[in-house]
């Protein structure tokens, strides 16, 4: 009976503390307090190599997913590149384990999609393989929405001359948006649905759906009215930008 008691304590400790991860992680995402984010990502890899916990390398490599990408829309491509490396080998951990296959598949397409833009003489090589990894993710869940996200994401960035298509990724985000909404718990302080909903915002200005955008940014700030860099600088600037003040 000890035995077990200590094994559920033990449990609910993992538990509690990974809550505690992503909570802060949600946090710097909603201020952009990004050196947060990454005194959070550290701390995370830390407690991950004391104890090697399958569900904490999990969350380490989502929020370095956004950190990377974070980086590279900075123009800190050399830090992106470091974290890149280690991000990646993380992947190969969880995909041995069978850990959140569908999710962790549309990880390593991302990944691939970073290396694209970081390694421009090797970008057929890597568009391949992140839309391999992405077919993949999307074979085995057909229903997650972050790998819906991720081939969305896929087809809006991709070179039109290589086929990618911002018209056709509109629906791709919808239906990531969508199977987020209907999934329960996927919603509520989680910084990638609110990212796919900016991405999805995003998609519809960049294919002249002004009005669509804006009912997207009206939407984003209704759930979390503390998103500060939405709130005081991308959202003015786009109503500025269409004359929708």
């Given amino acids: 009976m000890k035995k077990w008691m200590c094994l559920f ?3 609910l400790s993992m538990w509690v503390r990974g809550q505690d991860y992503s909570d802060r992680i949600y946090q710097a995402y909603v201020t952009g307090r990004m050196e947060r984010w990454k005194a959070v990502m550290e701390e995370m890899d830390r407690a991950y190599m004391a104890d090697r916990d399958g569900a904490l390398l999990y969350r380490l490599t989502e929020a370095e997913y956004g950190y990377i990408g ?3 829309g900075e123009g800190r491509k050399a830090e992106a590149r470091q974290l890149l490396e280690k991000a990646g080998k993380h992947v190969d ?3 041995k384990a069978g850990r959140d296959l569908p999710k962790v598949y549309g ?3 991302a990944f691939y999609g970073f290396r694209v833009g970081l390694e421009p003489l090797k970008a057929p090589f890597y568009g391949r393989k992140s839309v391999e990894a992405n077919e993949k993710a999307i074979k085995l869940g057909p229903d997650e929405p972050q790998v819906w996200m991720e081939k969305a994401h ?4 991709k070179p039109a001359i290589f086929g990618g298509s911002k018209k056709r990724a509109v629906p791709l985000y919808e239906k990531a948006v969508r199977l987020f909404e209907t999934m329960p718990g996927r919603t509520e302080k989680n910084w990638i649905y609110l990212n796919s909903l900016v991405a999805l915002a995003i998609a519809y200005e960049a294919t002249g759906a002004i009005q669509s955008a804006d009912r997207i940014y009206g939407k984003l700030l209704e759930l979390e009215p503390s998103l500060v860099w939405i709130r005081d600088e991308v959202y003015p600037d786009f109503l ?3 004359s929708l003040k």
Wanted: with cysteine; hydrophobic share 45%; net charge negative.
């Fill in 107 to 109: 990880l390593q397409g």
């Fill in 93 to 95: 951990i969880l995909l």
């Fill in 154 to 157: 896929i087809e809006f960035y």
């Fill in 9 to 11: 304590f033990c449990l």
């Fill in 70 to 72: 974070y980086c590279i």
């Fill in 240 to 242: 500025e930008k269409h």
